[in-house]
């Protein structure tokens, strides 16, 4: 996992120092918001997903799952999440640490709607120990998410 790359992206922002390492495990929703410590829906998950022979990432609030109703009627095809060796290979990130920041390219980003109670939230920055606090404007300009989407249902 690179934290490091998640750092040199944001260094092209002067955010670097923005982000936070832990010395603990941030790879689940509730070791993140532990280690933040924030509430879990604070947390952005990112999830990788397979549409059309193509990847793409979907960021939701930690509270959230995936429903597959919406997200058929979303993508025209049911759920179907990156196999997990796939994963750093295709996005940059491995498994706990991957995020929408400095991402490989062609891969789309959707933020879906859960995000928008929030005023901050926190996705990882490349690693299973770290994240960084964005208002909802800043992830949307971070992330160059190609739009906002609704596929989430309610615990």
């Given amino acids: 996992m690179s934290i490091e790359r998640a750092r ?21 929703v509730e ?9 879990p829906e604070r947390i952005a998950k990112t999830l990788s997903f397979v ?30 999440m990156l196999a997990p060796e796939e994963v750093e290979d ?9 995020c929408p920041f400095g991402i490989n ?3 789309k980003v959707y933020l879906d709607e859960s995000l928008k109670r929030f005023s901050t939230v926190f996705p990882a920055c490349g690693s299973a120990n770290s994240a960084i606090e ?8 971070y992330s160059n998410f190609t ?7 309610e615990r």
């Avoid at 964005?134 to 300009?141: A, V």
């Avoid at 739009?147 to 249902?153: A, F, L, P, T, Y």
Wanted: hydrophobic residues 40%.
């Fill in 134 to 141: 964005l208002s909802i404007s800043e992830l949307e300009k």
């Fill in 31 to 39: 070791l993140a918001a532990e280690a933040v410590g924030c509430e």
């Fill in 147 to 153: 739009s906002w989407i609704d596929v989430c249902k």
């Fill in 51 to 80: 549409v059309n022979d193509s990847c793409i990432l979907i960021v939701t609030a930690g509270d959230r799952k995936i429903d597959n109703s919406k997200y058929k009627a979303q993508f025209a095809t049911k759920a179907k």
């Fill in 105 to 107: 390219e062609g891969i």
């Fill in 8 to 28: 040199k992206y944001f260094s092209r922002f002067n955010l670097q120092d923005r982000m936070l390492e832990f010395d603990v495990s941030s790879a689940t």
């Fill in 90 to 98: 295709t996005i940059g990130y491995g498994i706990g640490g991957v």
